[in-house]
Nanobody, 115 residues
């Protein structure tokens, strides 16, 4: 059974930093691409970043240069380091993995950036 559990969200002032974590289980972690998405109130869920099994990364233009995705395959963990946070980064952040013909999501963690 695939399970993704996010943590690390919270309230931070603009310009601050947070580090999100996602613990994955039930998958062959070292072979999969992991991603982060976010959903702000009243908006569609949007892609934020992804990291391949080989460590290649891609970012949405809105977070490029501020966010860094990383993974620890020994621990089945993926991280999202978020720096220089802006109020528009306020959203619920979700961990994602496409696996075995399905798409799996965590429960989400709230990030709120105050101005």
């Amino acid at each position: 059974q695939v399970q993704l559990v996010e943590s690390g969200g919270g309230l931070v002032q603009a310009g601050g930093s947070l580090r999100l974590s996602c613990a994955a289980s039930g998958i062959t972690f070292r072979f999969v691409t992991m991603g982060w998405y976010r959903q702000a109130p009243g908006k569609e869920r949007e892609w934020v970043a992804r990291i391949t099994s080989g460590g290649s990364t891609n970012y949405a233009d809105s977070v490029k240069g501020r966010f860094t995705i990383s993974r620890d395959s020994a621990k089945n963990m993926v991280y999202l380091q978020m720096n220089s946070l802006k109020p528009e980064d306020t959203a619920v952040y979700y961990c994602n993995v496409p696996y075995d013909s399905s798409n799996y999501w965590g429960q989400g963690t709230q990030v709120t950036v105050s101005s």
